[in-house]
């Protein structure tokens, strides 16, 4: 199943049992915001919100948590709600390897009905706006793609960037945007800076899932987001022309919003709760100026609550960074089985590998370090071996308690890259990263005992069987 | 009125309830601070205000750059 708009994907969430309508009256604040950090705590297969009656507001629309539990994330691709999270992850790697699949070109969009342009524009007329959480200093768009091209290589589709950063709402026309120096726009708007240029951008709001899943899923500077949707879904992923910027932005949209990050200018921003469950503290930020606003009748405004993991922003990040870093590692040594990135969008990875030889394990681990993806994350990396399931957490346990000595299988190293938002790190930007390698030591390496594994029975297979069976009767 | 977060003096009105008289939202000029009027006592009064998120001129002046400004490629 292939949603191309976000209430599409609503209405699939409300077949499942997966959309909770609230249609008692609200306060902005604090009740959005709490009623979606609270979705995350109690339980598993937490549903998507909807609010439609928020006081003070004649037409508001808000849609929260829509990729926020297994259950959702599963619809979202188009699975069983029941599929359990690693069947996930493996259907994502699955449908991967049919990227890239070619877009397909509409017209007349929905969001084309409604235009505003210049200072006409007032986003708190066209969006519910409202705050998350009580350190962030304003209202953020949180989960807008964000379509930007390399002022080089303008006509380079691959090369076009959609991205989800966030973006402080700073006046009626202004947003604060945070481009991560590691991510795909911060190299544009480093291009357009140094030649003293703005960099045109395309803002996206209120869309279908994948393309979502997409903007937070670290592929290859070159590779399109609209390809890999197109793999994703199992199908063309339908984009359409922005009218200011020419730019490819998405056909089903809410709204789009079009503009300039304005080269050069730094402003005041945040901070804003972020994914590290910390506040990123007050930042000079890059300020974007609208130009032109085309929105839906009445759209649906999609919030996403962050706060201390897990909240949405874990299920929508998580198969999104273990795919890429296993598609990049694969590529290298065939020997990665799996990888598990899902803690705090990688910055602690489990992979799990063959060894070719003493020391590979860690060669691995080095590598996924300097990954586009690990470049800005993963700051600490778990090796365990081939028989360990990185997402079976008390195998991992396991392998950290019975086959890690600290004498020789923890490799530091000193001041390298990290997003600045990690809160450890000092100066922000700046940390030692860590591999602990659990796999068992292999030849040449000849460091413990470990020539005596106990393996399961040869007939326990059998066994397990039986027993199923045998339960399966009472 | 003063600003929560800086106790600035300067706020404007950024935006008005579509159902009139519900609620405001303001901002500080200074800091940038927005908030709705209808928000809890802890987001919209100084006196409020946690001590942790407040915001000084130092907090302003020394905030990082993010992403850095890089040379002009005519001026290097």
Known sequence: MAYDTLREFLEALKQNGQLLEISEQVAAEPDLAAAANAVSRIGDNAPALYFDNIAGFTDARVALNTLGSWANHAIAMGLAPTTPTKPQVDEFIRRWETFPVAPERRDNPPWAENTVEGNAINLFDILPLFRLNDGDGGFYLDKACVVSRDPLDPDNFGKQNVGIYRMEVKGKRKLGLQPVPMHDIARHLHMAEERGEDLPVAISLGNDPIITLMGATPLRYDQSEYEMAGALREKSYPITTAPLTGFDVPWGSEVILEGVIEGRKREIEGPFGEFTGHYSGGRNMTVVRIDRASFRRKPIFESLYLGMPWTEIDYLIGPATCVPLYQQLKAEFPEVQAVNAMYTHGLLAIISTKKRYGGFARAVGLRAMTTPHGLGYVKMVIMVDEDVDPFNLPQVMWALSAKVNPAGDLVQLPNMSVLELDPGSSPAGITDKLIIDATTPVAPDKRGHYSQPVRDLPEAKAWAEKLSTLLARR | ?76
Not at chain 2, 1 to 25: F, N, Q, Y
Not at chain 2, 27 to 47: A, D, G, I, V
Not at chain 2, 53 to 60: C, P, S
Request: net charge negative; hydrophobic share 30%.
């Open chain 2, 1 to 76: 009125m003063i600003c929560p977060r800086c106790a600035d003096e300067k706020i404007e009105t950024l935006a008005l309830s579509p159902v009139p008289g519900v609620w405001e939202v303001y901002q500080c000029q200074h800091c940038l601070y927005t908030w709705r009027s209808t928000e809890p006592l802890r987001r919209t009064s100084r006196e409020h205000y946690p001590e942790e998120f407040r915001m000084t001129q130092a907090d302003i002046d020394n905030a990082p750059q993010v992403p850095t400004i890089p040379p002009l490629l005519n001026q290097r």
